[in-house]
T-cell receptor, first 113, second 114 residues
Framework: GDSVTQMEGPVTLSEEAFLTINCTYT??????LFWYVQYPGEGLQLLLK?????DKGSNKGFEATYRKETTSFHLEKGSVQVSDSAVYFC????????????FGKGITLSVRP | DAGVIQSPRHEVTEMGQEVTLRCKPI?????LFWYRQTMMRGLELLIY????????DSGMPEDRFSAKMPNASFSTLKIQPSEPRDSAVYFC????????????FGPGTRLTVL
């Protein structure tokens, strides 16, 4: 079945540090890939997405590139801020009648001033 | 435009009581999803609807859980009887269309069963 694997957390960084959060997936066909972010006490929000190989999703300084050859969708940001502290979820959605999202376990990011 | 609305935001109840969680999806969205989030199991899909019809309820943990969508603007998730292990945050999400489209999440209902 479909699955998403995220690197183990939590991650703690200093402000302005470079961020990479790894995500790999297993799925048949050509899934769409997503990064969702959950701020404390809130629901999940879409951060960025990519729907085909080599697409790059970007938003709020975050980027992720859909790499079919390595089945990966790693999240990066060049300079994190304290306000980026949140839980980040990688997810996939497969085509066809199955329209649901499969999520990774999520990783908590804490950014210190 | 209002997002996904869930009520109540917090619910504290005693074991054995019936709990009903409510969700209003974004207007025009034809898919609705119910998720449960716990520290141990992460984010789990319980059930989803398309055009008010349940499509996949394989994630519903047991018969104590039931979900309905009587119309396009309202859904309920009911737990009867509730147990302490049902304590979690329950999210509702909706989206328009099928493949690749974004799911929009509500703020969640934090359920505590004593």
């Amino acid at each position: 079945g479909d699955s998403v694997t995220q690197m183990e957390g939590p991650v703690t960084l200093s402000e302005e540090a470079f961020l990479t959060i790894n995500c790999t997936y297993t799925a048949t066909g050509y899934p769409s890939l997503f990064w969702y972010v959950q701020y404390p006490g809130e629901g999940l929000q879409l951060l960025l997405k990519a729907t085909k190989a080599d697409d790059k999703g970007s938003n709020k300084g975050f980027e992720a590139t859909y790499r079919k050859e390595t089945t990966s969708f790693h999240l990066e940001k060049g300079s994190v801020q304290v306000s980026d502290s949140a839980v980040y979820f990688c997810a996939l959605s497969r085509s066809g009648a199955n329209s649901k999202l499969t999520f990774g376990k999520g990783i908590t990011l804490s950014v210190r001033p | 435009d209002a997002g996904v609305i869930q009520s109540p935001r917090h619910e504290v109840t005693e074991m054995g009581q019936e709990v009903t969680l409510r969700c209003k999806p974004i207007s025009g969205h034809d898919y609705l999803f119910w998720y449960r989030q716990t520290m141990m199991r992460g984010l789990e899909l319980l059930i989803y609807f398309n055009n008010n019809v349940p499509i996949d309820d394989s994630g519903m943990p047991e018969d104590r859980f039931s979900a309905k969508m009587p119309n396009a603007s309202f859904s309920t998730l009911k737990i009867q009887p509730s147990e302490p292990r049902d304590s979690a945050v329950y999210f509702c999400a909706s989206k328009a269309g099928r493949f690749g489209n974004t799911q929009y999440f509500g703020p969640g209902t934090r359920l505590t069963v004593l």
